[in-house]
């Protein structure tokens, strides 16, 4: 399947990059801090994306990495990581849509970083990369939170008829569904996975540009983020630690 979605999205110069930066920074944060304790472990990645959290992945675990291959249906977004960086010798690119992907290999754990909005059927892409955990596994899933608090406000000031809508922003990132943490943890069990943690990914209490308004200092924005590790329930996108159930 080919994701409908505007390149140019996904690099400087798009509306929304710094906030997806933002949401990224945190997803990376709760990735490392959930691999803390693996050494010499393998990895797979699903997208590419903004580049940021496959490069962030690499520097962070470096040699802890025993192998690590990424998965991506784009050339254009695959050559442009390629001439941001040097893949290591234990990283590896395999150029294929989700839904087609096939590999013999198993995986220590699986990142599936704000995927499932993306794709026409969530459940056939959870239930194939769940083959690929290796006994004792973990899969890191994030998705756009349609119960972030700035929907919430703005659905209950009418501003927003329904917070599981999608802007335009959305539209232009390829997004085709919002979940909540209800349909969330729904759709996991359904795969027979069961969630064995939760973070909350980029508190955002208002817009974006009523935040930019505000000029709030940096250190203030971080800590927004760090509360909003424990608020996955109103934070802009969920992370969600998931294992097999059998």
Same mark, same amino acid.
């Given at each position: 399947?080919?994701? *409908?979605? *505007?390149?140019?999205? =996904?690099?400087? $110069?798009?509306? =929304? =990059?710094?906030?997806?930066?933002?949401l990224l920074r945190a997803? +990376?944060?709760?990735?490392?801090?959930?691999?803390?304790?693996? *050494?010499?472990?393998?990895?797979?990645?699903?997208?590419?994306?903004?580049?940021?959290?496959?490069?962030?992945?690499?520097? $962070? +675990?470096?040699d802890r990495l025993a192998?690590?291959?990424?998965?991506?249906?784009?050339?254009?977004?695959?050559?442009?990581?390629?001439?941001?960086?040097?893949?290591? /010798?234990?990283?590896?690119?395999?150029?294929? =849509?989700?839904?087609?992907?096939?590999?013999?290999?198993?995986?220590?754990?699986?990142? #599936? &970083?704000?995927? +499932?909005?993306?794709?026409?059927? /969530?459940?056939?892409?959870?239930?194939?990369?769940?083959?690929? %955990?290796a006994p004792g596994g973990?899969?890191?899933?994030?998705?756009?939170?349609? !119960?972030?608090?700035?929907?919430?406000? $703005?659905?209950?000031?009418? +501003?927003? /008829?329904?917070?599981?809508?999608?802007?335009?922003?959305?539209? @232009?990132? &390829?997004?085709?569904?919002?979940? !909540?943490?209800?349909?969330?943890? @729904?759709?996991? @069990?359904?795969?027979?996975?069961?969630?064995?943690?939760?973070? &909350?990914? #980029?508190?955002?209490?208002?817009?974006?540009?009523? %935040?930019?308004?505000? &000029?709030?200092?940096?250190?203030?924005?971080? @800590? #927004? *983020?760090?509360? $909003?590790?424990?608020?996955?329930?109103?934070?802009?996108?969920?992370?969600?630690?998931?294992?097999?159930? !059998?």
């Amino acid at each position: 399947m080919l994701i *409908d979605q *505007d390149n140019a999205a =996904y690099v400087p $110069g798009f509306q =929304y =990059y710094e906030d997806n930066i933002r949401l990224l920074r945190a997803g +990376l944060a709760q990735m490392l801090r959930r691999t803390a304790h693996l *050494d010499g472990f393998s990895l797979l990645s699903l997208g590419v994306g903004h580049r940021y959290t496959v490069k962030g992945l690499i520097e $962070g +675990l470096g040699d802890r990495l025993a192998r690590y291959v990424i998965v991506e249906g784009s050339s254009d977004i695959i050559e442009l990581l390629c001439r941001e960086v040097t893949l290591p /010798p234990q990283v590896r690119m395999e150029q294929a =849509y989700f839904e087609e992907f096939e590999t013999g290999e198993r995986f220590d754990v699986i990142e #599936m &970083g704000f995927v +499932l909005e993306h794709v026409n059927d /969530p459940e056939l892409v959870l239930r194939r990369f769940r083959r690929f %955990l290796a006994p004792g596994g973990r899969m890191m899933v994030a998705v756009p939170n349609a !119960d972030s608090l700035h929907r919430l406000i $703005g659905h209950a000031a009418g +501003l927003l /008829p329904d917070v599981h809508d999608l802007s335009a922003a959305d539209v @232009a990132l &390829g997004h085709r569904r919002y979940f !909540d943490p209800r349909s969330l943890e @729904a759709l996991l @069990a359904a795969c027979g996975l069961e969630v064995v943690g939760l973070a &909350g990914l #980029m508190l955002k209490p208002l817009t974006t540009a009523q %935040l930019a308004s505000l &000029g709030l200092d940096a250190k203030v924005v971080d @800590a #927004m *983020d760090e509360v $909003g590790f424990g608020l996955p329930e109103i934070c802009n996108a969920i992370f969600v630690e998931a294992r097999p159930c !059998d």
